[in-house]
């Protein structure tokens, strides 16, 4: 297994068009988290899913965005109508069940992330 | 809801010396887990460290220590023996303790003099 991964790496699109990232989790991790960052800031959280379950949204998550975990291992992160303020990477994490580490709260493993340019 | 407050954009050390780098955190929760987390530029995120709340005991990792301080809401990382591979932005991060409410920092960006 080499990790969480995430495709694209970069996208630039025009303004008022549609995106859709992927994140390939590692695999038996049955959390992933979807966060934003944006040019020296830390990352902002904008969702989770437990399996293929949608547990918490940020405000940040705006009816532009939606998130989906259809089967409990891959997600898809898409953004309509894009804006410039959407400009920003787009990160992905994954952590694993309590069973597999003995906590109940479990280290997030990182993806490299996908930039996104909206031009 | 969660903040998390760095407040030093940045710091440097020599190399081989020790620097602590601080975070404040505000929660109504009584369970939860801090973090810090590294990310070297152009690199993924990884973590360096983790503090259960409901601990006394100060985690340590290797070269890294934490002072976990509950009633002043305060979780500084200190780095002994700086080394070169050090150099990074550091983030502190905030999690509830069922992975919710995940809140990080605004980061801390360390240089390493040689």
């Known amino acids: 297994d080499t990790g969480v991964s995430q495709n694209p790496r970069h996208k630039i699109t025009k303004r008022g068009q549609n995106v859709t990232f992927r994140c390939d989790p590692i695999?038996?991790?049955?959390?992933l988290y979807w966060y934003r960052q944006t040019l020296g800031q830390g990352p902002e959280f904008l969702t989770y899913?437990?399996?293929?379950?949608?547990?918490?949204k940020s405000r940040l998550l705006s009816d532009r965005f939606s998130a989906e975990r259809p089967k409990g291992s891959f997600s898809t992160l898409e953004i309509q109508r894009t804006e410039q303020g959407d400009s920003a990477m787009y990160l992905c994490?994954?952590?694993?069940?309590?069973?597999?580490?003995?906590?109940?709260?479990?280290?997030?493993?990182f993806g490299p992330g996908t930039r996104l340019t909206v031009l | 809801a969660q903040t998390v407050t760095q407040s030093q954009p940045e710091m440097s050390v020599q190399e081989a010396e020790t620097v602590t780098l601080s975070c404040t955190y505000d929660?109504?929760?009584?369970?939860?887990?801090l973090f810090w987390y590294k990310q070297p530029p152009s690199r993924q995120m990884i973590l360096v460290i983790r503090q259960e709340a409901y601990k006394q005991q100060n985690a340590t990792e290797n070269r890294f220590s934490v002072n976990f301080q509950k009633a002043a809401k305060s979780f500084s990382l200190k780095i002994s023996d700086s080394q070169l591979g050090d150099a990074a932005m550091y983030f502190c991060a905030y999690g509830g303790n069922y992975g919710q409410n995940f809140v990080f920092g605004p980061g801390t960006r360390l240089s390493v003099l040689p």
């Open positions: 899913f437990q399996n293929e379950a949608q547990l918490e």
């Open positions: 695999s038996e991790h049955n959390r």
């Open positions: 929660t109504s929760e009584s369970d939860y887990y």
């Open positions: 994490a994954s952590s694993p069940p309590p069973a597999l580490s003995g906590s109940s709260y479990n280290e997030q493993f």
